[in-house]
């Protein structure tokens, strides 16, 4: 049999998994869904739960994993046994996985654009009413936003076609943390700007009394599409950890290292849209009209916002190649395709769905239900009922239905590390974790 691939090192597993970890979830769907929930109070929500639920469910996920070697459907199936139900959870998580990579692809597509935009100067000397007019006339172009997704699902294909080491591994070793650089220079000068500290209140002072059902299930929905948990990538990532690998301290530091970039993201945008007067509820604009503001008002801020896109570019990039890994890990062992194929036939299909949802952004578009965009559905579907299922069907998995001996064993890395700590995870994982996912789950689909 032909043997699998692995990370190469401690540092491996880390890299990649902050790489699917690190993206568009940060940077653009975090202070969305902050603003749109309140600011202070949906923070608190959600280090909570990032912190206790979060990283329990990344390690649940790399243990199934690691424990089973194989794609998610192989991994319920091998270690549940026949006959039994568990695989569908694997085939949720590739479905789940399928319709993040639609709609993410087209936010994807806008930083290429905004990349070229920043090159080309379109974002000197203009004022706040033009560079919200650039963003409604770069999503409504005939064919750029197209062209841009496309371009990004074939560079996604490229690299995911090329395998773990080669593709995965080495693109998420460059310069991520040149972002987090980059992005410490723009949080102080964003603290700086007249107005600041109304942003600033916003985002960390938390109102108690506007904590509510939709509040929760946000903050739940955005910390597992954030850590890439609750449908399969992290599984995917964990077949390929080594035995010798510390699975726990991994994912605690890339639980931290995501949660940071997050709160840093906030820490840009809210001081830096209340000074120029920008709705905290701008939604899908809010990323992309902030930022570019901030530039304008920096010294050699034309260079700055080149490379700040060029970064963001490739932090989203580590994202869609984690996204499209399930989906060809899965094609070529269930179906035995090779990774060239998997890889066209995962972006085609991707790009099928993924295009309506980029077309879904113009005016007058007809891509609307009940009164949201294509992309809101498909974003909303996902965050709010994929994953929180996925996660609390994961959690209970390890929890409840491997063996305990199992678990541990690879918890412990077969005894060899201390188990103190790992019972304390293990209590999470059967009750606090499922028992506060199942809770949320359902407060909204009663609210
Ligand atoms: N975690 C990524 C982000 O924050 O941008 C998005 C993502 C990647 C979600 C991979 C899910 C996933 F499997």
Redesign the pocket.
Known sequence: MKQRENFSSKLGIIVATAG???????IY?FPCEAGANGGGAFLIVYLAIALVIGTPLMISEFVIGRRAKSNPVGAFRLLSGKKSAWPVVGYLGVLC?FL?LAF?TTVAGWTLGYLGKSIAGHFNHQDLTQIQGQFDSFTNHPWLPLACQLVFLALTAFVVARGVKDGIERWSKILMPLLLVIMVVLCVKSLTLSGAAEGLRFFFKPDFSKINGRVLISALGQSF????IG?G?LITYGSYISKKDNMVSSAVSVVLA?TMVAVLAGVIIFPAAFSFGIQPEAGASLAFTTLPMVFQQMTGGYFFCIIFFLLLVIA?LT?TI??LE?IVATLTEELQLTRSKASIVGAVGTAAIGVLATLSFRTGSPLHIAGNTFFDLLDHVTALYFMPLGGLLIVLFVGWKMERADTMDELTNGGSLKAGLRKAIMFIIRYLAPVAIGVIFISQLLA
């Open positions: 699917s970890a690190l993206g568009l979830g940060n769907r996985a993040i993410y599409f954030s850590l890439s449908m990538a995501d989203t994202s984690s996204l399930v």
